[in-house]
């Protein structure tokens, strides 16, 4: 049997057939079963943040999984403790953390909280994802993810996103919270005007409502800061929701809440197993000292300013966006499903997120070098996608 047909007998058709299997990785490298190498620009869907088997990951969870590994919440754990006080830390506003496993549990977690406030609508934007669980799913607006499950919890309102007079009008004094990502990914890398979560500030604190920030992919240094929305001066969110990156490849989930909200959880409204336990927090913990130590928010927004830039003059190439290394690129007549297969024939991992758009969000290991490589490579890639009849 072929790897695709194992694949297809022993494992659910959620994903459909994988395009590869890879062996090993390093540094923003990886290394499929015939031992081609590809530059990796993908990066787990923006999770793995260091990029593969960086050592500080590597000697932080051999060094925790040998000392203790798992130890339920019934218990905490040094790291867990250290984790916490650090992102409260890199926030700045007083917060108090959930841990889990995933982003669609972080928002799992902050769905609930919200609910604590004695409202139970939600204001969410269209074009926005937050997991595919039954909570966080109802909160997702792309109605061929949630049709087949429905009805899905909540009294959800989706507001065209980056657009305040619609915000405004569909927020109201019972309203629980107004969810948001500072950056739509899954969307296409789509960023709000420059005022957007400014005024969603205001009108949520107008109304009594909790604003919720979704910095899932955002989050940990994607964008050239800790958090996505720290480039908006002055504002405090209610609720911040991690993943991806925070583990750099372990999984961890975190909802953090600040002022009242960090109040509304009591003992046994909600709880996981694994969620921070010490390998997953000393992971985390790794990346954060490995960011701050090795300067990487610098990096991630000089090396995304030159990845735009040079992305802009490609050809197929019609707009750019995004900010550090969450970016996104819309393509004249190419489908993007074609480009990211032709990429992979060129040595690249490559992500759509629709027809026309390619997304990039690389480890914020990236160099400069690397993408001079994808540069040099594009007329080919182009090329060959051209050449495979992949016209939009």
């Not at 926030?91 to 004695?118: D, I, P, Q, W, Y």
């Not at 960090?262 to 969620?275: D, I, Q, S, V, W």
Request: proline share 6%; hydrophobic share 45%; net charge negative.
């Amino acid at each position: 049997m072929t790897w695709q047909e194992r694949y297809g007998s022993a494992l659910m058709n959620t994903f459909g057939t994988p395009a590869l299997t890879l062996m090993r990785g390093e540094g923003a490298r990886v290394w499929d079963a015939d031992g081609r190498a590809y530059l990796d620009l993908v990066g787990g869907i923006a999770v793995n943040s260091l990029g593969h088997a960086h050592p500080a990951i590597v000697r932080a969870v051999s060094e925790q999984v040998a000392t203790l590994g798992h130890v339920s919440n019934l218990f905490t754990s040094e790291p867990q403790i250290q984790l916490a006080e650090r992102l409260d830390g890199l926030l700045g506003h007083g917060s108090k953390v959930f841990f889990s496993n995933s982003g669609a549990e972080a928002n799992e977690a902050a769905f609930k909280l919200t609910r604590l406030t004695g409202r139970t609508h939600v204001v969410a934007a269209e074009g926005s994802f937050h997991g595919r669980t039954m909570g966080a799913l109802a909160l997702t607006s792309k109605q061929a993810y949630r049709a087949p499950f429905e009805p899905l919890p909540g009294h959800v309102t989706w507001v065209p996103y980056g657009d305040v007079e619609a915000l405004a009008a569909a927020v109201t004094d019972e309203t629980a919270a107004v969810v948001l990502e500072p950056v739509q990914g899954e969307a296409g890398v789509l960023v709000p005007p420059t005022d957007y979560l400014t005024e969603a500030r205001r009108i949520t604190k107008e109304r009594g409502a909790l604003l919720w920030l979704d910095e899932v992919q955002t989050g940990i240094g994607r964008t050239g800061e800790w958090f996505a929305h720290q480039s908006v001066p002055g504002l405090v969110p209610d609720v911040v929701t991690l993943a991806k990156g925070l583990g750099g490849g372990v999984p961890i989930g975190a909802t953090l809440a600040t002022g009242a909200a960090a109040e509304l959880f009591a003992p046994g409204n909600h709880g996981t197993t694994f969620g921070g336990n010490p390998m997953a927090c000393a992971a985390a913990l790794a990346v954060l000292d490995t960011i701050e130590a090795d300067g990487l928010l610098e990096q991630v927004t000089r090396v995304g300013k030159r990845l735009r830039e040079e992305l802009s003059d490609l050809p197929e190439v019609t707009a750019v966006r995004g900010p550090g290394l969450m970016v996104g690129v819309d393509l004249a007549s190419l489908d993007a499903p074609a480009v990211v297969a032709a990429g992979r024939a060129e040595g690249f991992l490559l992500n759509a997120t629709g027809p026309g758009t390619l997304r990039f969000v690389p480890p914020l290991i990236l160099t400069e070098d690397d993408v001079s490589e994808l540069v040099g490579a594009w007329p080919a890639i182009v090329g060959r996608a051209a050449e495979s009849g992949g016209a939009a």
